[in-house]
């Protein structure tokens, strides 16, 4: 991992049974109590992103989607309705 300068501070207030097993941890990783927190909120961000930016799919599934943006179907008569009211409302600048 880089070496990043560290120039933000983050205070957090947890209770005594958490910050225990949190210094247990880091101890038996061998890390500072800070450097272990700070990796492991990292870890924790890197994962929610992950979660929410990233489209995991079967191998059915990557087929069928594939198909569809290759070959989509004709727009229903509803689509079409709702798209010209839609151009009616929001002109473009």
């Not at 272990?36 to 979660?51: N, P, T, Y």
């Not at 569809?68 to 600048?93: D, E, F, G, N, V």
């Amino acid at each position: 991992m880089p070496t990043r300068r560290k120039t933000s501070r983050l205070e957090a207030r947890i209770a005594p049974q958490t910050l225990a097993r949190v210094k247990r941890a880091a101890s038996l990783t061998g890390s500072k109590l800070s450097d272990f927190v700070v990796r492991a909120a990292e870890a924790a961000a890197d994962e929610a992103i992950a979660r929410h930016e990233l489209l995991d799919l079967s191998a059915e599934d990557q087929l069928a989607f594939a198909a569809a943006i290759l070959k989509p179907r004709r727009p229903a008569p509803a689509m079409k309705r709702a798209a010209a009211a839609h151009r009616k409302l929001i002109r473009p600048r």
